[in-house]
């Protein structure tokens, strides 16, 4: 008998089987008595409307099914019933990639728009600073003593010269504060695009890039704060710290579902699906907001064998294939599926949920939440710290279509083309394979029985046998003749079907690197020109981005920088500027335009207007364009005074002297002769001597 085995009666089988049975019945309904202690209103709450989104997606829409598609196209493969089709014939499987190749131009195109050196957005200042009161004092006391001044010399000044000078002085200031709200626009800047760059953002961009002209829609996620790790090392030892950093995330289309029927993404409901590992929860043990128990009851129940969201797992295996993963619905590696919400819920459902009260003060409202699920566990929910009561999820399109969230990508676009050009390729393959050579007729009512007609060979010798009748004896036992060839007409089919896709996809071949260009592509400066059309063309693709992307992504990071900073970079009343339309247009021409504008104020007059300092702005801005640091280059305004000799670095010539800082009060007249002053103006007996003048003013 071999080791292992184990010889048992049939009533010890029998006995054993109910054994297991009954432990079986145990489990469930421990778990069945589990899942009803900790299945909660808000729970149920999230699974219904999950499931309407779902339903809706998969049945009502197909965007699965197009996603799913989307991916073939670009890995080039034919869908099943295609390649049956293609196998019944016996034909060429060749698939001519010409949708991902314009995929990938596209992607290369707005690439080279939203991650260069010039950034698709920007923070300006308010253009009508508001005066503080202390400078708003300062101008009326200044000019209240000149006033006394030309009084207490006799020569009181008219009203409308104490207006005047009053609108000088506070349009002086103005301007002051106008170049400060520039110089702190400025620095805000850095310090939000700091944190962008840090965050990811502008990677999660780049991977949506690549969405976008392939899938119906793409998503970014964000911002959403994460407890890091921080290493820092102190007289060789390491501190680790966990502190709070806003992080931004490519959302994959298939992992996102949102409120049927709406038609813009900020006002919708919207749930996602993220893979967590029994690590990942582990580390929420303990951390703020999180329900513990709840995430030691998912650890219990689904930490060893994992949880598969069943709504959601529609086209998850041949997702898998396409992504070379492992199936889901197999899920080996024990992955837990979480289902994270945004959207509103009745304050009833929080209370049920234990939710503060003082945070929920009416429960008939709804209040905008966001709540993380797993299975039938409510590991966390909170009310959305989001001011403009939207989810962190930023959706469009290539294409968009007015009245959805899903639009249309280039698969959709060129469905029609690319299959034509499938067939005509594979049409091409098939001709070449049977005109590649001659084809045999063999008789074999003259053919030998014992020689094989299928071994072809040269210098073969062919053994045939007479019909005693004769009535084939004047037949050729082995004849051959030649295929008529199509390759060339087939091929001039494929070629206008790709630039067909030229012209429907506005992504031009030589857009990707192709040397096969005609008519104005010829010459260097058609090419270039025929560029320009084109990347005028992707400035549909480019405002999508920058309306439903960029602009609310950095106005949520925005409100949430005024939030919690306490150091006073932002103001509040800077406007962010979205101009990634603009750059691949504009880039050029303002850089030729730079030029231009520095060899035309390269004169003396000119000089004497701008200063040193402003053609040191000019140059730094001008190599800054080129691709140099500017900083390293031209140096620092107080360097270039110091190097004038003007150590206190004074301003620039024609600038005026409010720009440097509050107005200060004016010196009390230098001898007691009647005095000339701003305010009076000059004085009527000038032609007969002048009189010293006091300290002029300044703002």
Not at 63 to 91: C, N, P
Not at 185 to 198: G, Q, T, Y
Not at 575 to 591: F, H, K, L, P, Y
Request: proline share 7%; net charge negative.
């Amino acid at each position: 008998m071999p080791a292992g085995l184990r010889l048992v009666s049939p009533q010890q089988l029998i006995e054993d089987d109910a054994r297991q049975a009954t432990q079986a019945v145990e489990i469930d309904n421990a778990v069945a008595a589990n899942s009803e202690q900790f299945t909660t209103a808000l729970a149920s709450y999230i699974d219904n409307e999950f499931g309407r989104m779902v339903r809706h997606r998969d049945s009502a829409q197909g965007w699965s099914d197009r996603l799913t598609s989307a991916m073939r196209v670009f890995s080039g493969q034919y869908e099943a019933h295609k390649l049956m089709e293609i196998r019944r014939f016996g034909g060429s499987e060749i698939y001519a990639r010409l949708i991902a190749a314009k995929c990938r131009g596209a992607t290369s195109l707005l690439r080279d728009i939203y991650l260069n050196v010039d950034k698709p957005w920007s923070l300006s200042p308010t253009p009508d600073p508001t005066l503080p009161d202390d400078i708003a004092g300062d101008i009326a006391k200044l000019v209240a003593l000149e006033v006394k001044s030309a009084e207490q010399a006799g020569m009181p000044p008219d009203p409308g010269m104490v207006r005047d000078r009053t609108r000088m002085l506070t349009e002086s200031a103005k301007r002051a504060g106008l170049k400060k709200a520039r110089i702190e626009a400025e620095k805000a800047f850095r310090k939000l695009d700091d944190i962008l760059v840090e965050g990811g953002f502008y990677s999660a961009l780049g991977e949506g890039l690549t969405d976008i002209s392939l899938f119906p829609f793409m998503c970014i996620k964000g911002p959403v704060v994460r407890m890091e790790p921080k290493v820092t090392w102190v007289q060789g030892r390491a501190q680790v710290t966990s502190k709070p950093k806003m992080r931004w995330y490519r959302v994959s289309p298939y992992d996102v579902w949102w409120t049927p029927g709406c038609s813009n993404i900020a006002d919708a409901a919207v749930c996602e699906r993220s893979r967590l590992t029994r690590s990942d929860l582990n580390d929420l043990i303990g951390v703020p907001g999180y329900d513990e128990a709840a995430i030691r009851e998912v650890l219990r129940w689904y930490g060893q064998s994992g949880y598969v969201e069943v709504m959601a797992s529609t086209n998850d295996t041949s997702r898998a294939t396409m992504e070379s993963r492992e199936d889901p619905r197999m899920n080996q590696s024990g992955m837990l599926d979480m289902i994270e919400y945004h959207g509103y819920v009745q304050g009833r459902i929080l209370l049920q949920q234990g939710m503060d009260p003082a945070k929920v003060p009416d429960e008939d409202r709804d209040y905008f939440v966001d709540a993380f699920k797993i299975g039938r566990y409510i590991i966390k929910v909170q009310l959305s710290p989001s001011l403009r009561k939207r989810a962190p999820y930023y959706v469009t399109s290539f294409e968009k279509v007015p009245g959805t969230v899903v639009g249309n990508a280039l698969p959709d676009i060129l469905a029609d083309v690319g299959d034509a050009a499938n067939s005509a390729l594979r049409s091409l393959i098939n001709n070449m394979a049977i005109a590649s050579g001659p084809q045999v007729v063999v008789n074999d009512d003259r053919v030998a029985d014992n020689e094989d007609s299928d071994d072809m060979y040269p210098w073969k010798r062919w053994h045939v046998v007479t019909d005693p009748l004769g009535s084939n004896n004047g037949q050729q036992p082995v004849s051959f003749f030649q295929p008529a060839s199509n390759a060339q007409e087939l091929l001039q089919v494929y070629e206008k079907f790709t630039q067909i896709a030229d012209e429907i996809s506005a992504i031009p071949r030589y857009s990707t690197g192709s040397d096969r260009t005609g008519g104005a592509g010829r010459t260097a400066s058609g090419l270039a020109m025929v560029m320009g059309n084109a990347a005028k063309i992707l400035q549909t693709v480019s405002a999508n981005i920058d309306g439903d992307v960029v602009e609310p992504a950095v106005s949520e990071l925005y409100d949430m920088v005024m939030l919690t900073d306490t150091s006073g970079t932002l103001r509040g009343d800077e406007s962010i500027d979205v101009i990634g339309v603009n750059i691949a247009m504009q880039r050029e021409t303002q850089r030729q335009r730079q030029l231009e504008f520095l060899q035309i104020t390269a004169n003396p007059i000119d000089m004497q207007i701008t200063g040193v300092r402003g053609r040191a702005s000019v140059l730094r801005s001008v190599s800054e364009g080129i691709g140099l640091d500017g900083e390293s280059i031209v140096p620092p305004d107080d360097e270039i005074a110091a190097m004038q000799g003007q150590p206190g670095g004074p301003a620039a010539p024609g600038t005026p002297a409010a720009a440097s800082g509050p107005p200060p009060p004016a010196a009390p007249p230098a001898a007691p002769q009647a005095p000339q002053t701003n305010v009076a103006g000059p004085t009527p007996g000038a032609g007969q001597g002048t009189a010293p003048a006091p300290a002029q003013a300044t703002a």
